[in-house]
């Protein structure tokens, strides 16, 4: 794996606040001047996402793989440590939108703001007003928005149960699969071939074992990703649910084109909550 973008986690080990753990409620400084930007945030608002904020604090916690064969591992590269993940949901009208669209224009390499960029999903909606979810996570490190990496492939995914019932949907034989427990996949992908890339999906498993047959289906979508620093921002129409209040789970992962799965076992992953914690309701 490529050493120039490896932080050694244990290195970073310094304490950080719990967000509302006292005083006035605050989010992470980049995610609230982002989102101030365009979303009309009232206190109340603010509040409540605070309140759906979990800081996660694993940080030096091994992950497991969902390869029975590959050892857990803490996540070796920090822009894969997941150290906060939230959802909250807003009204957004046209001005609201308008408003969205000349602060964030769709980019994949925004020379007016090489510090964000904004992807449609790549079969992409129109945005109409109405309520929309905001999912957030917040990385160690900032995210390589411009990364050039010529081997190293990114994977991060904000995964749904979107109609309430993890029974439904996909459901890997493997335990520890990231996105077991859910049916709707937002994913954000990265290669040097491809750059960065946003696609939904839709995933279903019957069967288990030998008989085990996932289907996943690409599906258009109103949704927007906003990169930022440490920051990727899910901005999701709600009518994409049946689900008025649908659980989550975000993930990351890097590898360099196995997975990780032989030895030298080369991959860095997390998954928020943990595979074997269920998905993230609403508090
Ligand atoms: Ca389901």
């Known amino acids: 794996m490529k050493t120039s973008r490896l932080v050694l986690v244990g290195l970073l080990a310094l304490p950080f606040g719990c967000a509302g753990s006292a005083g006035t409620p605050s989010l992470a400084p980049e995610l609230e001047a982002l989102l101030r930007g365009f979303v009309p945030l009232t206190a109340n608002d603010l509040a409540v996402t605070v309140a759906n904020t979990t800081v996660v604090g694993l940080r030096g916690v091994a992950v497991t793989h969902w390869d029975a064969t590959v050892p857990a591992k803490v996540p070796p590269f920090s822009d894969t440590e997941i150290r906060s993940h939230g959802i909250f949901n807003v009204d957004l009208d046209t ?33 109409n007003p ?5 999912v957030h996570l917040r990385v160690e490190t900032a995210l390589a928005i411009n990364v050039a990496d010529p081997t190293l492939l990114y994977e991060y995914g904000f995964v749904f149960d979107e109609d309430g019932s993890v029974s439904t949907g996909y459901n890997a034989t493997e335990p520890t699969k990231f ?105």
């Open 95 to 127: 001005t609201d939108l308008q408003t969205f669209m000349s602060l964030y224009p769709l980019g994949k390499d925004d020379e007016t703001n090489p510090t964000i960029q904004v992807l449609a999903a790549n079969l992409p909606l129109a945005m």
């Open 130 to 134: 109405g309520n929309y979810h905001f």
């Open 179 to 283: 996105f077991n427990g859910s049916d709707r996949w937002y994913e954000l992908t990265y290669s040097n071939a491809q750059g960065w890339n946003f696609m939904v999906y839709t995933a279903s498993t019957t069967g288990t074992g030998e008989s085990e047959v996932s289907t996943i289906t690409e599906v258009s979508s109103g949704a927007k990703i906003i990169m930022s620093g440490d920051t990727l921002v899910l901005m999701v129409p709600a009518n994409e649910f049946t689900s008025p209040m649908p659980e989550y789970r975000t993930t990351s992962f890097v590898h360099d084109g196995d997975f990780g799965i032989p030895s030298p076992h080369s991959w860095s992953g997390n998954a928020e909550p943990r595979v074997v914690e269920g998905m993230q309701r609403y508090p």
